[in-house]
């Protein structure tokens, strides 16, 4: 079974200012998606970036990037330029490419960007 | 175009009473999930129907709980015999493919 872990439950940072995340993760299998997911007050989960496994080149949305190290399994989410909108619950999540494609999230990030 | 949605929104019980929560998937999409995600953790994985099929119903946690998609689309989350453990909200996604999955606005189900 996989899990997916993230040691800040919460986080602050200034507007504009550059905030990471961290998330770990523990699996045997090598054919596998990582995720963060946002979820602001509104319940609404909506996907920020995704990472494959076999992709050694770290993946970048705009002002969010990330820092895959599949050795060490970490997962860590770099949000540039932070903005108000940002505030949320940021959630690591795992997807196992070879049964089912449901996801394991982590437990969560509150991340408040203040002015 | 329109996305997950879910009904209804908040729904309150009381105790040992039966509960049907409904999804709606964007058009086209053959996989749906559902998780649960009780208040300050993450979501846990439910029940994965690919088209009609539950393809893997694994985070049920009890009998107490069974989910449908008859035609391939729409799905049912029932819930028999309601216990206050089971108050949390109920996510649906659906997907096209194993890349994303699009998450509606969840359920939120409080029994009294």
């Known amino acids: 079974a996989q899990t997916v872990t993230q040691s800040q439950p919460e986080m602050s940072v200034q507007e504009a200012e550059t905030v990471t995340l961290s998330c770990t993760y523990d699996t045997s299998e090598n054919n596998y998606y990582l995720f963060w997911y946002k979820q602001p007050p509104s319940r609404q989960m909506i996907l920020v970036i995704r990472q494959e496994a076999y992709k050694q080149q770290n993946a970048t949305e705009n002002r969010f990037s990330v820092n895959f190290q599949k050795a060490a399994k970490s997962f860590s989410l770099k949000i540039s330029d932070s903005q108000l909108g940002d505030t949320a619950m940021y959630f690591c999540a795992f997807m196992n490419g070879n049964a089912g494609n449901m996801l394991t999230f982590g437990g969560g990030t509150r991340l408040m960007v203040k002015p | 175009g329109a996305g997950v949605s879910q009904t209804p929104s908040n729904k309150v019980t009381e105790k040992g009473k039966y509960v049907e929560l409904r999804c709606d998937p964007i058009?086209?999409?053959?996989?749906l999930y559902w998780y649960r995600q009780s208040l300050g953790q993450g979501p846990e994985f439910l029940i994965y129907?690919?088209?009609?099929?539950?393809?893997?119903d694994s985070g049920l946690p009890n009998d107490r709980f069974f989910a449908v998609r008859p035609e391939g689309s729409v799905s049912t989350l029932k819930i028999q015999r309601t216990e206050r453990g089971d108050s949390a909200v109920y996510l649906c996604?659906?997907?096209?493919?194993?890349?994303?999955?699009?998450f509606g606005p969840g359920t939120r189900l409080t029994v009294l």
């Open positions: 996604a659906s997907s096209r493919d194993y890349n994303e999955q699009f």
């Open positions: 129907f690919q088209g009609t099929g539950a393809a893997d």
């Open positions: 058009s086209g999409h053959t996989a």
